[in-house]
């Protein structure tokens, strides 16, 4: 059929005026008919019978009766038909164009909204199938080496068992080119390595920023089946797609660069975690040598006196009531003294003597009773041999430290006594580090002992609710609990905390008390011997005005345990870098996190040292570094505690910082 309509031609009002006015120069009588013979137009009267083509690209479209003369009409009406038809090629182009524009630009817009290589790669595959028959097509990547291809989205089966390799076969050899090509006889094509299930293909390497990322390609199985415009839509799908997937890959290089910083994140914290224990051992070690040195000096020095007293007070005990037996001979012996031994014996009292002495040697001997047990108790918790396990009463090691804690529990002027409640339980030796559990009960009953005279100040404020502040009293409380674990519980009846400050109160330098009075290293130390230490459990349950009770959990053989963390070090230690649950339990403790030192933690634990050395020093603004190094000689657990911060910043890794 042909392209061009010689009626709808002749439907336009302009043609057959024009045929008209030459009808009538040339004085010539003409008929236009269509190739069937149907008349179109008839001008003048007809005496020739001549019969001319109207042609349109070698194909006759209809035909012109008359003279010779019609010959001219027959070539003008052949001339304006084969506008025409340029005229209808031309508007199918652009409206080929236009399609393929919309299609395009709706392709670019699924493809920009996606980050993912394998859906663009699909989406791309899913188009193509619909616009050009074809019976397998694929998407290939090019490895960053440029050593091997991965394939990202497939249809159809383009290979029987392998798949292109970078330099090798057709599609490897296209790539390497970086140039496109339309086979349409690939078995004849002498680059064949590998049998493939097609005939005709067309591969258009993926370009983008001036280098190859992959190719495209789809097959047929027939030959000659593709034509150059398909070549030119794949390879505009082709640009298309390059584009894309280059985006998409730089978003997966920057969610792994994310990823990267994240582990990196997580080694940093994991270091400061590996500071604040470097940091938590140094007070501890200097606190607990200082401590232990000054009490085991003070102890010893004490005992040999005490037992020089205590061994000789039965000595003298025995004279005496030798002494007092003879007195009593001699009354017998003599009713009647003299009168010079008469005056002496009314000066100095005699029967209150004989009755008084006695009790003065039995008080002499329940005082120093009383200081051998402090001895002991000062023995029993300075603990030389700290470093070492061993087993030991829990309940030795608790009285001992209530024995040097017991000038803050009596009453003065501010306050009344506080009353300690015991409750202990029947328990068996713990193999343990006893020193390092007594620093943990010193700790706990110190803040309990804060906690109360706290409250007791506030409480004379109030004077109308200081009948209803109860008498201060620490409860402690032993049990053993499923033969495998004693568990040691001291609570006060103070004023409780709040539990935003629960979840804090493990964190080195945390405290809530004013500047100059806590270190904020105490609980902090606690956690650490009891949880990483021993292997045990350290939860806290407190609620505002209802006091604070806190539940010391350890093994009866922590040796064991020791072993067992030994053994599985690696879990251990990925163990203290998770953060446990703040969930309270079913008695409303909550149990103890890893203390963590965040950088700012660092600024305000420095800004705090600086303000505790100012109260000693007023002029601490203007003090120069070396007086500023004395002033740290003065307290050599803050110069170490200082020296380890910055050594931190100074060193390369947290190996270097000696612990």
């Given at each position: 059929?042909?392209?061009?309509?010689?009626?709808?031609?002749?439907n336009?009002?302009?043609l057959?005026?024009?045929?008209?006015?030459?009808?009538?120069?040339?004085?010539?009588?003409?008929?236009?008919e269509?190739?069937?013979?149907?008349?179109?137009?008839?001008?003048?009267?007809?005496?020739?019978?001549?019969?001319y083509?109207?042609?349109?690209?070698?194909?006759?479209?209809?035909?012109?009766?008359?003279?010779?003369?019609?010959?001219?009409?027959?070539?003008?009406?052949?001339?304006?038909?084969k506008?025409?038809?340029?005229?209808?090629?031309?508007?199918?182009?652009?409206l080929?164009?236009?399609?393929?524009?919309?299609?395009f630009?709706?392709?670019?817009t699924?493809?920009?909204?996606?980050?993912?290589?394998?859906?663009?790669?699909?989406?791309?595959?899913?188009?193509?199938?619909?616009?050009?028959?074809?019976?397998?097509?694929?998407?290939l990547?090019?490895?960053?080496?440029?050593?091997?291809?991965?394939?990202?989205?497939?249809?159809?089966?383009?290979?029987?068992?392998?798949?292109?390799?970078?330099?090798?076969?057709?599609?490897?050899n296209?790539?390497?080119?970086?140039?496109?090509?339309?086979?349409?006889?690939?078995?004849?094509d002498?680059r064949?390595?590998?049998?493939?299930?097609?005939?005709?293909?067309?591969?258009?390497?993926?370009?983008?920023?001036e280098?190859?990322?992959?190719?495209?390609?789809?097959g047929?199985?027939?030959?000659?089946?593709?034509?150059?415009?398909?070549?030119?839509?794949?390879?505009?799908?082709?640009?298309?797609?390059?584009?894309?997937?280059?985006?998409?890959?730089?978003?997966?290089?920057?969610?792994?660069?994310?990823?990267?910083?994240?582990?990196?994140?997580?080694?940093?914290?994991?270091?400061?975690?590996?500071?604040?224990?470097?940091?938590?051992?140094?007070?501890?070690?200097?606190?607990?040598?200082?401590?232990?040195?000054?009490?085991?000096?003070?102890?010893?020095?004490?005992?040999?006196?005490v037992?020089?007293?205590?061994?000789?007070?039965?000595?003298?005990?025995?004279?005496?009531?030798?002494?007092l037996?003879?007195?009593?001979?001699?009354?017998?012996?003599?009713?009647?003294?003299?009168?010079?031994?008469?005056?002496?014996?009314?000066?100095?009292?005699?029967?209150?003597?004989?009755?008084?002495?006695?009790?003065?040697?039995?008080?002499?001997?329940?005082?120093?009773?009383?200081?051998?047990?402090?001895?002991?108790?000062?023995?029993?918790?300075?603990?030389?041999?700290e470093?070492?396990?061993?087993?030991?009463?829990?309940?030795?090691?608790?009285?001992?430290t209530l024995?040097?804690?017991h000038?803050?529990?009596?009453?003065?002027?501010?306050?009344?006594?506080?009353?300690?409640?015991?409750?202990?339980?029947?328990?068996?030796?713990?193999?343990?580090?006893?020193?390092?559990?007594?620093?943990?009960?010193?700790?706990?009953?110190?803040?309990?002992?804060?906690?109360?005279?706290?409250?007791?100040?506030?409480?004379?404020?109030?004077?109308?609710?200081?009948?209803?502040?109860?008498?201060?009293?620490?409860?402690?409380?032993?049990?053993?609990?499923?033969?495998?674990?004693?568990?040691?519980?001291?609570?006060?009846?103070?004023?409780?905390?709040?539990e935003?400050?629960?979840?804090?109160?493990?964190?080195?330098?945390?405290?809530?008390?004013?500047?100059?009075?806590?270190?904020?290293?105490?609980?902090?130390?606690?956690?650490?011997?009891?949880?990483?230490?021993?292997?045990?459990?350290?939860?806290?349950?407190?609620?505002?005005?209802?006091?604070?009770?806190?539940?010391?959990?350890?093994?009866?053989?922590?040796?064991?345990?020791?072993?067992?963390?030994?053994?599985?070090?690696?879990?251990?230690?990925?163990?203290?870098?998770?953060?446990?649950?703040?969930?309270?339990?079913?008695?409303?403790?909550?149990?103890?996190?890893?203390?963590?030192?965040?950088?700012?933690?660092?600024?305000?634990?420095?800004?705090?040292?600086i303000?505790?050395?100012?109260?000693?020093?007023?002029?601490?603004?203007?003090?120069?570094?070396?007086?500023?190094?004395?002033?740290?000689q003065?307290?050599?657990?803050?110069?170490?505690?200082?020296?380890?911060?910055?050594?931190?910043f100074?060193?390369?890794?947290?190996?270097?910082?000696?612990h």
């Amino acid at each position: 059929m042909s392209t061009v309509s010689l009626r709808k031609m002749f439907n336009k009002k302009e043609l057959p005026s024009l045929l008209h006015n030459l009808a009538y120069q040339f004085n010539i009588a003409i008929d236009v008919e269509l190739v069937d013979g149907t008349k179109l137009i008839s001008i003048g009267e007809q005496t020739a019978k001549n019969r001319y083509p109207i042609e349109v690209s070698g194909e006759i479209i209809g035909w012109v009766v008359g003279g010779e003369q019609a010959t001219l009409l027959a070539t003008l009406l052949s001339f304006l038909a084969k506008q025409e038809a340029e005229k209808k090629v031309l508007a199918k182009e652009l409206l080929e164009r236009y399609q393929e524009i919309d299609l395009f630009e709706d392709i670019s817009t699924q493809l920009t909204t996606s980050l993912d290589t394998r859906q663009i790669a699909q989406l791309v595959l899913q188009e193509l199938r619909q616009l050009i028959e074809s019976s397998a097509g694929m998407i290939l990547l090019l490895s960053p080496d440029a050593t091997a291809f991965e394939i990202i989205a497939e249809f159809g089966v383009f290979f029987d068992h392998s798949q292109p390799e970078p330099g090798k076969g057709i599609i490897g050899n296209i790539v390497q080119s970086n140039r496109a090509e339309l086979i349409n006889d690939v078995q004849a094509d002498p680059r064949l390595e590998k049998q493939k299930n097609v005939s005709a293909m067309i591969c258009v390497p993926l370009r983008a920023k001036e280098r190859v990322l992959g190719a495209i390609a789809i097959g047929n199985p027939k030959t000659d089946s593709y034509k150059a415009e398909h070549l030119k839509l794949v390879s505009i799908f082709a640009s298309q797609s390059a584009i894309a997937i280059d985006k998409a890959l730089l978003y997966e290089q920057s969610t792994q660069v994310a990823l990267q910083a994240k582990a990196q994140t997580e080694k940093l914290q994991q270091a400061l975690h590996e500071l604040q224990l470097a940091q938590t051992q140094l007070i501890q070690s200097e606190k607990m040598s200082s401590l232990g040195q000054l009490i085991a000096g003070v102890a010893h020095e004490i005992n040999n006196p005490v037992n020089f007293i205590c061994g000789n007070l039965r000595y003298v005990a025995q004279y005496s009531q030798d002494l007092l037996h003879l007195l009593e001979k001699y009354q017998k012996f003599l009713p009647v003294a003299p009168p010079e031994l008469e005056s002496e014996l009314d000066n100095i009292d005699l029967e209150f003597i004989i009755q008084d002495l006695p009790k003065l040697l039995d008080s002499m001997k329940l005082g120093t009773s009383r200081i051998v047990e402090i001895v002991q108790s000062l023995k029993n918790f300075s603990r030389h041999d700290e470093a070492e396990m061993k087993a030991v009463n829990i309940h030795d090691g608790i009285d001992g430290t209530l024995m040097i804690l017991h000038h803050r529990l009596k009453a003065d002027v501010r306050r009344p006594a506080i009353e300690i409640v015991k409750d202990y339980a029947k328990l068996p030796l713990i193999e343990c580090y006893p020193g390092q559990l007594n620093q943990v009960f010193m700790n706990i009953l110190a803040n309990a002992i804060d906690a109360l005279e706290e409250n007791m100040e506030n409480s004379r404020f109030r004077s109308s609710l200081q009948s209803l502040t109860p008498n201060p009293q620490i409860t402690i409380r032993t049990k053993l609990l499923d033969q495998q674990w004693v568990v040691i519980r001291i609570a006060d009846n103070g004023p409780g905390m709040k539990e935003e400050v629960i979840h804090r109160i493990y964190d080195p330098f945390f405290t809530t008390k004013d500047i100059g009075k806590g270190t904020g290293l105490g609980m902090a130390i606690s956690y650490q011997i009891i949880v990483d230490k021993h292997g045990g459990i350290l939860k806290c349950r407190s609620q505002l005005g209802e006091g604070t009770d806190f539940w010391i959990q350890i093994p009866l053989n922590c040796a064991l345990v020791d072993a067992t963390e030994e053994q599985n070090s690696a879990s251990v230690s990925q163990t203290h870098t998770t953060e446990l649950s703040h969930t309270p339990d079913t008695d409303g403790f909550i149990p103890s996190t890893t203390p963590m030192l965040k950088p700012t933690d660092l600024l305000i634990s420095h800004t705090q040292l600086i303000q505790r050395l100012s109260q000693h020093s007023p002029d601490m603004e203007g003090t120069s570094p070396d007086q500023i190094y004395q002033m740290f000689q003065r307290y050599p657990i803050s110069l170490r505690l200082y020296a380890t911060l910055l050594s931190w910043f100074c060193c390369s890794t947290p190996n270097q910082i000696r612990h």
